[in-house]
Nanobody, 117 residues
Framework: VQLQESGPGLVKPSQTLALSCTVSGVPLTTSYYVWSWIRQPPGKGLEWVSTINNDGVNRYYADSVKGRFTISRDNAKNTLYLQMNSLKPEDTAVYYC?????????WGQGTQVTVSL
């Protein structure tokens, strides 16, 4: 299984950025797996951001991003997305996409998002 993020960027506060994660080796629709975005701010620990389940129906968000971020997926492209609106400096982090069975089992290499004036 491989997960490859794309979409690194430097943006100003209140701007928008979209991340994508192309998955190979397993379909996003595989039962028992859920797919998440996790981030690590500079000098801090890992922080869960959002999760979408295998059928794409249930989506969950951390309180810090609820209403601003949207997780989605394209099963035909086997790709996971994270649309980030109204970005704040505190959203600055390395963002990882993960495959999970209760806990992350596979990780992408991470992509840097910087929100700064």
């Amino acid at each position: 299984v491989q997960l490859q993020e794309s979409g690194p960027g430097l943006v100003k506060p209140s701007q928008t950025l979209a991340l994508s994660c192309t998955v190979s080796g397993v379909p996003l629709t595989t039962s028992y797996y859920v797919w998440s975005w996790i981030r690590q701010p500079p000098g801090k620990g890992l922080e869960w951001v959002s999760t979408i389940n295998n059928d794409g129906v249930n989506r969950y968000y951390a309180d810090s991003v609820k209403g601003r971020f949207t997780i989605s997926r394209d099963n035909a492209k086997n790709t996971l997305y994270l649309q980030m609106n109204s970005l704040k400096p505190e959203d600055t982090a390395v963002y990882y996409c993960t495959k999970e069975i209760g806990t992350p089992t596979d990780w992408g290499q991470g992509t840097q998002v910087t929100v700064s004036l």
